[in-house]
């Protein structure tokens, strides 16, 4: 699960009384041509915090791809400093809270290291609830410099404003179509504008750079990163809404108030840990997911939505991991009580005492979340055990997805490696013979140019079943697959370890997962969870 996020924010420590805000006034605005909405379910605001619940809907006949977040890496750090900005619109008593990416900044403000905006795709026909928390009084809250008015001595918002950036269509296709023309036409430029330092973030090494930044997601068919600052794509859209006579308290400070101590557990009887809507949504939110999940593994997460922990040893993990939480270096808390908290899933925690009223506090996983507590993730691993060897075959389908990629853009590395640009107009696949040492002698120059997260991220694991762990690749190549091939042919598929494996369906292996089953990656990128002989006859193989 270390490619999750999870997420503590304590937003009400006892049961507190709610003020509900009629929403009744939101009014979802879209573009009529693309007919992607935005519309506001509840507005909440207790002591502590105040909560919005909304639904954006896609009902178009093309995917649409939301903008979730914000992600930066430091050197050996991979940050995610925010998912929306918080401010007032000058002369005005309106809370805006946007999300948006083509945005207007100095450039004092990009100096700092790079960051890409995270999308979520939302297929045709699908809607997606989801809720943003903000601790009261609200402060402002930017990720630029130079673009946030605030109207000072306001102490309550009236009116509430939502703007998210989306782009319509199948961005990933876009955006690379638009890095290979770029390439085409400007090599020469090129070379000269990555001599400077500061210029890569508006090319970020072509197609291969963008590709090796992608590879850090946790579903490429789901979810995909844009850097700020792209200078030739343009034409986001926004959805908007604004609900009308709310009482939202507001200070025009910046909040310094960010380290809040762990809720007391010590003496805690029971925990019932509640996931909404349900262990399915928490761990497996995307399409592409569960679509290696049988009927009867849907239904069974499905209709789990809560679980009572009473054992001294769990309670004490959980005591531990949420004390542990707190601190990740000295002056830096993982519990921030400002900002903004965006998920499409969670899990709410309610701690029993014999001599206490209760306490609860939600837990939320994403990957783009202000706050991560990775060992709270194992934790929950320990609690839900029928989760765990799901999650390894959903890890085995992210490497293919990757390799596949990898496969797509290799004459670009070739280019690259051998110097000869002719090579990049025709799609080629490696020899199959070599294909795993052909995946790595030509990325590792990219690792070289790029500062990318870490070496760790691509040095092998995308070669190796989660599920089996012992070798150093557990995948092989069919050579009668040509980048031509129908689609539905298969790629690479699962088999025992072994370097630069080739051949067909007498090399796949049912064993490296429990239950029995392996991972096929067919040539249009599609992965799928193979569990009986008949299902891999059934599979083109030429």
């Given amino acids: 699960m270390s490619r999750y996020a999870i997420v503590f924010v304590i937003l009400a420590l006892c049961i507190l009384p709610a003020v509900l805000i009629p929403a009744e006034s939101a009014i979802g605005s879209y573009d009529g041509v693309t007919n992607v909405t935005i519309e506001i379910m509840e507005t909440k605001v207790t002591r502590a915090n105040f909560e919005l619940q909304y639904q954006i809907r896609n009902d178009s006949g093309d995917d649409a791809w939301i903008l979730v977040g914000n992600i930066v890496w430091y050197p050996g750090i991979r940050e995610f400093p925010m998912n929306a900005e918080v401010s007032t619109a000058e002369g005005d008593q309106t809370l805006m809270i946007r999300r948006r990416l083509e945005l207007p900044t100095s450039p004092k403000s990009i100096m700092g290291p790079p960051f890409y905006g995270r999308y979520v795709r939302l297929r045709p026909g699908e809607r997606q609830t989801e809720w943003i928390s903000i601790k009261i009084p609200i402060h402002p809250l930017s990720q630029f410099e130079g673009i946030r008015q605030q109207k000072e001595g306001l102490e309550y918002a009236t009116h509430l404003a939502i703007e998210f950036g989306y782009y319509h269509g199948d961005l990933p296709e876009m955006i690379f179509r638009r890095l290979e023309e770029e390439e085409k036409i400007h090599r020469k430029e090129r070379t000269k504008y990555l001599k400077d330092p500061n210029a890569f973030r508006g090319f970020l090494g072509g197609v291969l750079g963008l590709d090796i930044w992608n590879e850090c997601l946790n579903s490429r068919d789901e979810e995909f990163l844009i850097p700020y600052g792209f200078p030739t794509f343009k034409g986001e859209q926004v959805l908007r809404t604004r609900v009308d006579n709310v009482r939202i308290p507001y200070a025009d400070n910046q909040d310094r108030s960010t380290e809040l101590g762990p809720p007391d557990l010590a003496s805690c009887t029971e925990v019932k840990i509640q996931f909404q ?55 830096f808390s993982r519990y921030i009580t400002g900002g903004v908290v965006r998920c499409r899933s969670r899990i709410n925690v309610v701690c029993l005492y014999d001599n206490y009223p209760p306490i609860s506090f939600p837990v939320y996983k994403e990957r783009d979340q202000l706050l991560r507590s990775e060992d709270f993730t194992s934790l929950l691993e320990m609690l839900t055990p029928q989760i765990q060897a799901i999650d390894l075959r959903a890890q085995c389908a992210t490497n293919l997805k990757n390799l596949w990629y990898r496969l797509r853009f290799y004459r670009h590395a070739e280019a690259k490696r051998l110097k000869n640009p002719s090579i990049r107009p025709a799609t080629t696949y490696p020899p199959s013979t070599e294909w795993c040492d052909a995946m790595l002698q030509p990325f590792n120059l990219t690792i070289n140019v790029l500062p990318l997260p870490t070496r760790s991220e691509w040095d092998g694991e995308t070669h190796i079943c989660p599920s089996a762990r012992e070798g150093k690749n557990h995948y092989a190549m069919n050579p009668h697959c040509e980048p031509n091939s129908p689609p539905d042919t298969v790629l690479l598929f699962e088999t025992k370890a072994g370097w630069n494996q080739h051949g067909g369906p007498e090399l796949f292996t049912f064993d490296n997962h429990d239950p029995k089953g392996g991972c096929v990656l067919l040539n249009d990128g599609t992965v799928k969870f193979i569990r009986t002989k008949e299902e891999l006859e059934q599979l083109r193989w030429k």
């Fill in 277 to 331: 809507p349900s262990v399915l949504e928490y761990f497996f939110p995307y399409a592409s997911q569960r679509s290696l999940l049988s009927s009867e593994e849907m239904e069974n997460l499905q209709s789990q939505d809560a679980l009572v922990v009473e054992g001294p040893r769990e309670l004490k993990g959980i005591e531990h991991e949420a004390s542990k939480a707190v601190t990740i270096s000295p002056g």
